[in-house]
């Protein structure tokens, strides 16, 4: 199963047209997810994922554009539109824990988001953000560089235990205590008509995340 993941992995980085969006294949893999009562799909280690920013319905995204202000690192934003493959996470455990590949994710774990067509992960610091002035959000790092600025803890709104498809989720990070954030403050020159994507230390409605479009790993069995 690891080895027809990785190659399925493999095929969707190699084959996506990174300027028009992702193939049908995957949107077909995601639509018969969703079918099949997405509320019980397992969110598991190694899952490629879109997040969906649940009150503006914009999904967490990232290109190969840096921030020209702050820490200058690659921006992350909010996309409207549903099919661009830039807008794909991998969700990972920290590299000390013994977490491993279709572990399911209980609340309050540590994860890490790495960018599928960067290979960066999801970080947050100190930088205030371009807009709003907040928690600055940016992509940094890479296969093998990776600190505690990546980490995120999940916190599943409600009575979940475990991490699903389409339940209403919020991640802190760990370093500055802020909750990934968007809203409709929108850039109009770099990234015209995407949202920021910020931190802010306090719960708002503006920072409930739900898994939406992706490729999920089945559960792994236990021995």
């Excluded at 199963?1 to 190659?7: E, L, N, P, Q, S």
């Amino acid at each position: 199963m690891a080895m027809g993941f990785f190659g399925l992995a493999l095929f969707l980085f190699l084959t996506f047209d990174f300027d028009q969006g992702s193939p049908s294949s995957t949107s077909a893999s995601a639509s018969a997810a969703s079918s099949s009562s997405s509320q019980n799909v397992q969110v598991t280690y190694g899952t490629v994922l879109k997040l969906m920013h649940e009150k503006t319905k914009f999904r967490l995204h990232s290109h190969e554009v840096p921030y020209g202000s702050g820490s200058g690192q690659q921006s992350v934003t909010g996309f409207p539109n549903v099919d661009d493959s830039n807008s794909y996470w991998i969700v990972r455990p920290p590299p000390d824990t013994s977490a491993k590949q279709g572990d399911t994710i209980p609340d309050g774990a540590i994860i890490r988001l790495q960018h599928m067509r960067t290979r960066k992960w999801l970080h947050s610091h100190l930088h205030a953000s371009p807009i709003s002035g907040n928690l600055e959000v940016s992509c940094f790092g890479g296969e093998s560089e990776s600190d505690t600025g990546d980490y995120w803890r999940l916190l599943i709104e409600g009575s979940g235990k475990t991490w699903k498809q389409d339940q209403r989720i919020r991640l802190q990070h760990i370093d500055t205590g802020g909750y990934l954030h968007s809203h409709d403050k929108k850039y109009t020159r770099i990234a015209g008509g995407q949202q920021e994507v910020c931190g802010v230390r306090e719960k708002r409605a503006d920072n409930v995340w739900l898994a939406a479009e992706g490729v999920y790993l089945p559960i792994t069995e236990s021995k």
